[in-house]
Each structure stands twice: as structure tokens, then as C-alpha cells.
């Protein structure tokens, strides 16, 4: 039958209650969500500081959503996807219609493509990012770096020419060119292979004697960004482009302990004990005579 008639005795199907623990760190990406929508609002308004705080915040909140998830252990895959997708609006669309809005209007065309440029490399760093998560071949301390920079993080460095501008720096068309090639730089280095240090792996246990000053350390950071959110966020990403060198340089170390490590394991392979530090080796010893 096309359609047969309902039994009322019939048990319906249950949904198992879902924990609040799940939900915990998804309400968080929806704050995160709210507040770059609201930066790509207070953009086209005109009021560019708080759009920039607005991106701000939803980098901070992007921070702590999946730190929360693993400690009450409510990850799921709606929630990745969702993070993923909340990522693309904070950190890819918001940003360069706030630089749009901002100055790059002026190149007119040329200036749009810059921030479609953006926005799409942006959409292409967390489609590699949810593919090579679960690579079964990499190594554990793969860990410790992306693969090129993060979304938050080239988010809150492309906006460098607007931090400068409310520093003093007079917007002419000079600036503005500058800031058409420095989004695309960013860009770039987003979509590249370059190694970066994650810092996922830092502040997982602290010491006892280290509680009070991180405190301390967590508070001073947010009053001097309050107090000074233009020079904190304006040195902040000038040290962050500067340290890049540092993880790539990092990474080729870890590659090449572990080109070494291959190296050495043959020998030991083949029945031959690895001789010690001043020891001849064994295939280099005269026959012994019976």
C-alpha cells in the first residue's frame, strides 16, 4: 500500500537526549558567528573600530570553542563543520569587506579583487585544513604547525593597514595600493605550505607556580588591548609576520631527526648492533683466529 493506515500501538522512534556538553562549544562558534556578521554590519555603517573589534572577538571566542570542546569532551562533527563554517565568514568574507569598505573601494574593480581573492583563499585553507586532519601518515609532531596561516590569524594580520591608519597614517592612494598588495600577500601565505607554529600543544598543564603570574599575564594582555587596541594589535602582527621563519625553520629540524632516524634504522635491522661512541665498528674489525 501507497500509503498504510496508522497503528496508534506502534512505539515511535526516540532521539537519545543530547548532553549540554555538546552544545557548550557550539554556542560558542555561534557567538563567534554573530559577532563577524556584525563586523561585516558596523563595516558598511562606517564605524571601522568596531568592526575590527567585532573581528577581534570572534578570533578570541574562535580560540577557546574548541579548547572547551576537548575538556567537557563534546566534539562532534556537526560541531567542526560548523566551526568551519563560521571560520569562512569571521575570517574570510568579513575581513575583506572590511578592507573593501575600508579603502580598497577606491581601486574600484582591481580592489574588489582583492578581497574575492581573500575570501576564496580563505574558503580554500579550511577545505585543506579539514582534509588533512585525519591523514593517517603523518607524523605526530605534524601537530605542533598548520599548514600555512590559520584563518584568525591571517584575518587579524591583513587588517594591519587600517590598525596603521588609526595610528595616524593618512589613507592617500599609495596606502591603498600597499594594502591591495599586502592582502594579497596574506592571502598567499594562507593557501602556501609554509609551516607555522600552532601552539596547540602550549599551556595544556601548568605548573602550580606558574597559575598566579599566567593570571596575571591573561589580565595585563586584555587591559593593554583595551587601553591601546591599535599599538597591541599593530605590533602584534608585525611579530607574528616576523616569527614565521621561526616555524618553518622548527619544522625543517623535526624533518631532518627524522631523515636521520631512517637512516640509522637499517643497520639495526639487519642484526648488526650500532657500535658505541669510540667502539670500531664491526664489519671494520680484523677476523678473529681460533
Not at 29 to 58: K, N, P, S, W, Y
Not at 64 to 69: E, M, P, Q, T
Not at 182 to 208: D, E, H, N, Q, W
Request: net charge positive; with cysteine; charged share 15%.
Amino acid at each position: 500500500m501507497v500509503f498504510p493506515p496508522f497503528d496508534p500501538t506502534e512505539k515511535r522512534r526516540r532521539f537519545k537526549p543530547v548532553p549540554v556538553r555538546t552544545l557548550v562549544p557550539n554556542v560558542i562558534t555561534l557567538l563567534a558567528l554573530c559577532a563577524g556578521l556584525t563586523g561585516i554590519r558596523m563595516a558598511f555603517e562606517g564605524r571601522l573600530d568596531l568592526a575590527l573589534a567585532a573581528i577581534v572577538f570572534a578570533a578570541l571566542l574562535d580560540g577557546i570553542d574548541g579548547r572547551v570542546a576537548r575538556m567537557l569532551k563534546g566534539a562532534s562533527k556537526f560541531g567542526a563543520e560548523l566551526d568551519s563554517l563560521a571560520d569562512f565568514v569571521n575570517f574570510g568574507v568579513a575581513p575583506a569587506l572590511i578592507l573593501y569598505f575600508w579603502g580598497l573601494h577606491d581601486l574600484r574593480s582591481v580592489g574588489w579583487i582583492a578581497a574575492l581573492i581573500f575570501a576564496i583563499c580563505s574558503a580554500l585553507r579550511l577545505a585543506r585544513f579539514n582534509v588533512m586532519i585525519d591523514d593517517p601518515n603523518k607524523p605526530v609532531w605534524a601537530g605542533n604547525f598548520f599548514t600555512g596561516i590559520p584563518a584568525p590569524a591571517g584575518a587579524i594580520t591583513v587588517l594591519l593597514p587600517i590598525y596603521l591608519n588609526f595610528l595616524g597614517l593618512t589613507v592617500n592612494l599609495v596606502v591603498i595600493w600597499f594594502a591591495f598588495v599586502y592582502t594579497l600577500f596574506i592571502a598567499m601565505l594562507m593557501v602556501s605550505k609554509l609551516p607555522v607554529l600552532s601552539g596547540k600543544r602550549v599551556g595544556k598543564r601548568v605548573a602550580p607556580e606558574s597559575v598566579l603570574p599566567m593570571f596575571v599575564a591573561v589580565v595585563l594582555f586584555f587591559a593593554v588591548l583595551v587601553s591601546y587596541p591599535w599599538e597591541t594589535l599593530s605590533i602584534g602582527t608585525i611579530a607574528y609576520l616576523c616569527a614565521l621563519p621561526v616555524g618553518w625553520w622548527s619544522y625543517n629540524e623535526y624533518v631532518r631527526k627524522d631523515r636521520a632516524a631512517m637512516t640509522a634504522t637499517p643497520a639495526a635491522t639487519n642484526g648488526d648492533v650500532a657500535p658505541l661512541p669510540g667502539e670500531t665498528p664491526r664489519d671494520e674489525r680484523p677476523p678473529r683466529l681460533n
